[in-house]
């Protein structure tokens, strides 16, 4: 049997909650799917793994590479900014299945930094994340900056925040705008890039 795996850190724009609704996910041109949807356009049906839903999606190609069909799926799971979605592909022989699943970071906070701050992306789980803070003895600030919008075509304004730990400032650490989720890890709360994609190929001789 081989297994392909792609995984996808979700943002909140493939969430439709980024001033527009559409619900996809977004294919870096230069990466290859192919080995998960074999045929551009085509709808696969794919099955999730823990709940046994079933789910109809298709990969598109126009001015940008996505995934789509999956605005109803995310509803369903109440996903948020740095939520996780794999897709699986399984052939064994002649016989091909297709999974998906998710996974919720919970207790993480998924930030977007610009000029003016840091834009909380993950507001509904910044109560729990300050609690887990300070149930390790943490001193985690989230201090209110302004509020600015986005465009000047943007109908409202944007809060933004600067968040400090460590005794540091994380406009100090994090550059450009790059989206950067916390975690605690080891006692300490730690800054991490999001990573975009991971793809996993692997053969057993099992079926699973």
């Not at 399984?90 to 998924?110: A, I, M, N």
Request: aromatic letters at 10%; glycine letters at 8%; a neutral charge.
């Amino acid at each position: 049997m081989k297994v392909v795996q792609v995984i996808k850190k979700l943002n909140n724009t493939e969430l439709g909650k980024g001033g527009t609704h559409d619900s996809y996910v977004l294919v870096p041109n230069e990466m290859d799917i192919t080995d998960v949807f074999v045929k551009l356009g085509e709808s696969v049906s794919f099955v999730d793994k823990n709940t046994a839903e079933e789910v109809v999606i298709r990969s598109t190609y126009g001015r940008e590479k996505r995934i789509v069909g999956l605005g109803q799926y995310y509803r369903n799971h109440d996903l948020s900014a740095g939520d996780e979605i794999m897709f699986e592909r399984r052939k064994t022989g002649e016989r091909t299945e297709h999974f998906v699943c998710v996974k919720k970071q919970e207790d993480t906070l998924s930030l977007q930094k610009s000029k003016n701050g840091f834009e909380i992306l993950t507001p509904e789980r910044v109560e729990r994340f300050q609690k887990l803070a300070n149930d390790a003895g943490l001193t985690l600030e989230i201090r209110f900056l302004v509020s600015k919008k986005k465009r000047n075509d943007s109908p409202d304004s944007t809060d933004y925040y600067d968040v400090f730990f460590s005794g540091k400032s994380l406009m100090d650490v994090v550059s450009g705008n790059n989206l950067v989720e916390l975690e605690i890890r080891n006692g300490e709360i730690v800054a991490n890039l999001f990573y975009g994609w991971k793809k996993y190929v692997f053969e057993t001789e099992e079926n699973r």
